[in-house]
């Protein structure tokens, strides 16, 4: 179906995103969602007849572990209550460990790259029809964006894509600011993507702003979309019409009327693109990039493999064990520093009472952590045990912080038996009490 211009609902801008004119659509966060009732933004924007598609970010059909049924379950009934043509996920693994490996379950708390292996497409592949079973409405995916790469990878990015397609029937969400990201950190051409990858299969396309630091490119959705980003649109269009395309903004929102201005400029983008008399040729080559690969079987032992592959990497990004064999080593401290910052800040999000109490010492005091204790969990068992180690370590030098602390930590401990950890703490209030 078609979708037209749209933009990512979140709460923070939901006025403006309701004041827009010419907003055909609309995505959320379907794990910022409930399962069974609709903000009250999101319930006027569809009486008024405004499409909304639930983006999932946390299935991780990439990963070597099957996709558990109750986030498939919960993704399906927000499909349900919101009435979406289709529901989008993402190309990537976001947690590893666990039962293939026989070592202790991580969690990324970002979207993390798969390699473009036979293996990884295979596991793919059997875990986005899983998805897609379970799914009351089609599946399209994302291709991501990534600081590091795989060594030894037998795919482009466009065949990885195309062969995905071509075995599943999935559709895909074309992030070309992930694109552009990928140009810029790790040399692939956006051009040649977009020629391999069956341009037929878009769904709809996501359109994003990012930041170049020290010759990386961060794409934060924090900033406005830059001309580069807007040139590989560009390129897309020459090749296709997309149902739809949308403008992506999490955090440092800017008032409406900027909202308004890029939105502009996407259409603007848009029209000026369209398909010349090449573009027939471009989707030929596309056909023909994905015809070339060669006819593969699932090889077994396939999950497993990359179970262990995944482990290995998402252990030394949150944990400090040795980099794999043939990552570069500066690429992966920048990642890993990356992953540690975003917890801080979603962190700080879900539990805005940390930074108020700690001042500005909050997030050295969680990167600290966070260098030191990988994520196994959700953000608000994350703050949990990030309080915790605090209380447990020594607590704070300044009196009222400390009783702050502790009393916040009490307050969200929930009814069971005390362990160590809470018998220290109410020794350490008990002593704050007597003082």
């Known amino acids: 179906m078609r979708l037209g211009i749209g933009i990512g609902w979140r709460p923070e801008i939901a006025a403006e995103v309701e004041a827009l004119t010419g907003i055909d659509w609309v995505e959320a966060v379907a794990e910022n969602l409930c399962a069974d009732h609709l903000p009250d933004s999101l319930v006027r924007l569809r009486e008024r007849g405004v499409t909304v598609v639930p983006h999932g970010v946390s299935l991780g059909l990439g990963g070597a572990d099957r996709p558990a049924p109750e986030r498939l379950a919960g993704l399906a009934a927000r499909a349900e209550l919101l009435g979406t043509p289709l529901v989008t996920e993402h190309i990537a693994f976001v947690r590893a460990g666990g039962p293939l490996t026989a070592s202790p379950r991580l969690e990324a708390g970002h979207l993390l790259p798969v390699p473009r292996t036979w293996d990884a497409l295979d596991v793919l592949c059997e875990n986005v029809r899983i998805a897609q079973d379970a799914l009351p409405v089609p599946l399209a995916l994302e291709n991501i964006a990534a600081l590091i790469s795989w060594p030894d990878e037998e795919l482009t990015e466009g065949q990885f894509l195309a062969e995905l397609?071509?075995?599943?029937?999935?559709?895909?969400?074309?992030?070309?600011?992930?694109?552009?990201?990928?140009?810029?950190?790790?040399?692939?051409?956006?051009?040649?993507?977009?020629?391999?990858?069956?341009?037929?299969?878009?769904?709809?396309?996501?359109?994003?702003?990012?930041?170049?630091?020290?010759?990386?490119?961060?794409?934060?959705?924090?900033?406005?979309?830059?001309?580069?980003?807007?040139?590989?649109?560009?390129?897309?269009?020459?090749?296709?019409?997309?149902?739809?395309?949308?403008?992506?903004?999490?955090?440092?929102?800017?008032?409406?009327?900027?909202?308004?201005?890029?939105?502009?400029?996407?259409?603007?983008?848009?029209?000026?693109?369209?398909?010349?008399?090449?573009?027939?040729?471009?989707?030929?080559?596309?056909?023909?990039?994905?015809?070339?690969?060669?006819?593969?079987?699932?090889?077994?032992?396939?999950?497993?493999?990359?179970?262990?592959?995944?482990?290995?990497l998402l252990s030394a990004l949150v944990a400090g064990t040795p980099a794999p064999e043939g990552f570069d080593h500066r690429r992966l401290r920048v990642q890993s520093r990356a992953l540690a910052a975003k917890r801080a800040d979603v962190v700080?999000?879900?539990?805005?009472?940390?930074?108020?109490?700690?001042?500005?010492?909050?997030?050295?005091?969680?990167?600290?952590?966070?260098?030191?204790?990988?994520?196994?969990?959700?953000?608000?068992?994350?703050?949990?045990?990030?309080?915790?180690?605090?209380?447990?370590?020594?607590?704070?030098?300044?009196?009222?912080?400390?009783?702050?602390?502790?009393?916040?930590?009490?307050?969200?401990?929930?009814?069971?038996?005390?362990?160590?950890?809470?018998?220290?703490?109410?020794?350490?209030?008990?002593?704050l009490v007597g003082k």
């Open 165 to 312: 397609v071509e075995r599943t029937g999935v559709r895909l969400l074309i992030d070309v600011a992930n694109l552009h990201t990928n140009h810029v950190n790790r040399g692939e051409d956006p051009a040649k993507a977009l020629d391999e990858l069956p341009v037929e299969a878009i769904a709809y396309v996501h359109v994003a702003g990012g930041v170049e630091k020290d010759g990386v490119w961060h794409d934060t959705h924090a900033h406005p979309v830059s001309a580069p980003v807007l040139d590989v649109l560009a390129e897309l269009r020459s090749r296709v019409d997309p149902p739809g395309v949308l403008l992506e903004r999490d955090d440092a929102f800017p008032p409406g009327a900027e909202l308004a201005a890029e939105l502009e400029t996407i259409r603007g983008t848009l029209r000026s693109a369209a398909p010349v008399a090449g573009a027939r040729t471009h989707a030929l080559q596309g056909a023909l990039a994905c015809a070339a690969l060669p006819v593969r079987t699932p090889r077994p032992g396939a999950r497993d493999r990359t179970a262990v592959a995944q482990t290995s």
């Open 348 to 431: 700080a999000k879900v539990a805005p009472e940390l930074p108020g109490i700690l001042g500005d010492g909050y997030r050295a005091a969680f990167l600290s952590y966070a260098m030191s204790r990988p994520m196994s969990g959700g953000y608000r068992r994350d703050a949990m045990e990030f309080v915790e180690r605090i209380l447990v370590s020594g607590g704070l030098p300044d009196p009222v912080a400390q009783r702050r602390l502790t009393h916040w930590w009490e307050d969200r401990s929930g009814p069971r038996p005390p362990g160590r950890t809470s018998r220290l703490v109410r020794a350490a209030r008990a002593v």
